[in-house]
């Protein structure tokens, strides 16, 4: 029913969204302590998360898993507290690999919540659609796209403030940081289940 380049659209608008700012924060949280040096530790870790999420998609799709959306609601400004508390405490020492492994496993699992987060409203889109590989592609494709720019934009931030305004990293990092979790806790708040 739809084209390809309609699901890169709802892809990149959901990752774009401003009012659904919840991405953008965990995306924020999860490229702070890294610098352009690192992009390529930073991209495997954004496309762990993507894959994640398309696999969360798939399974409620396909209708695999069905979900309590009000859980998931909640779960999501935890994973970007939780992501934003591990990344302070990483990005103010030296990166190890398996900081990065456990890093890495756990960005997988929360795109997995993540993914849980928008699967109704996906699943209502796919309704339709008798092949839903398709566009379980063209909205991963526009996922990938979109954090790439936030990504980029955090690390362009990074460098301006680090290189052009002699800001030391580590308060950089402490008050991006601060600042992701002073935006999440009202999320958590917001989302606590009764």
Same mark, same amino acid.
């Given at each position: 029913m739809w084209s390809f380049g309609f699901y890169i659209e709802l892809g990149l608008g959901h990752v774009l969204d401003l009012s659904a700012y919840d991405h953008i924060l965990f995306l924020m949280a999860l490229t702070i302590p890294y610098t352009f040096r690192l992009w390529k530790q930073v991209l495997t870790l954004v496309t762990i998360f993507t894959v994640a999420h398309?696999?969360?998609?798939?399974?409620s799709v396909y209708e695999v898993v069905e979900v309590d959306v009000a859980l998931i609601e909640f779960l999501i400004p935890v994973t970007i507290l939780l992501t934003a508390l591990f990344? *302070?405490? #990483? !990005?103010?020492?030296?990166h190890s690999?398996?900081? &990065?492994?456990?890093?890495?496993? %756990?960005?997988?699992?929360?795109?997995?919540?993540?993914?849980?987060?928008?699967?109704n409203y996906f699943k209502m889109l796919m309704a339709g659609e008798v092949e839903k590989l398709n566009p379980l592609l063209g909205f991963a494709t526009?996922?990938?796209?979109?954090q790439v720019v936030v990504?980029?934009?955090?690390?362009?931030?990074?460098? *301006?403030? #680090? !290189?052009v305004l002699r800001l030391p990293r580590k308060y &950089?990092?402490?008050?991006?940081? %601060?600042?992701?979790?002073?935006?999440?806790?009202?999320?958590?708040?917001?989302?606590w289940p009764a």
């Amino acid at each position: 029913m739809w084209s390809f380049g309609f699901y890169i659209e709802l892809g990149l608008g959901h990752v774009l969204d401003l009012s659904a700012y919840d991405h953008i924060l965990f995306l924020m949280a999860l490229t702070i302590p890294y610098t352009f040096r690192l992009w390529k530790q930073v991209l495997t870790l954004v496309t762990i998360f993507t894959v994640a999420h398309c696999l969360s998609l798939a399974l409620s799709v396909y209708e695999v898993v069905e979900v309590d959306v009000a859980l998931i609601e909640f779960l999501i400004p935890v994973t970007i507290l939780l992501t934003a508390l591990f990344n *302070l405490r #990483e !990005g103010l020492k030296q990166h190890s690999d398996l900081s &990065f492994k456990l890093q890495a496993a %756990a960005t997988g699992f929360f795109g997995l919540i993540h993914g849980f987060g928008f699967s109704n409203y996906f699943k209502m889109l796919m309704a339709g659609e008798v092949e839903k590989l398709n566009p379980l592609l063209g909205f991963a494709t526009g996922i990938e796209l979109s954090q790439v720019v936030v990504i980029v934009g955090v690390l362009l931030l990074a460098a *301006l403030l #680090e !290189g052009v305004l002699r800001l030391p990293r580590k308060y &950089f990092i402490i008050g991006t940081t %601060a600042v992701v979790i002073l935006i999440t806790l009202p999320m958590i708040i917001g989302t606590w289940p009764a």
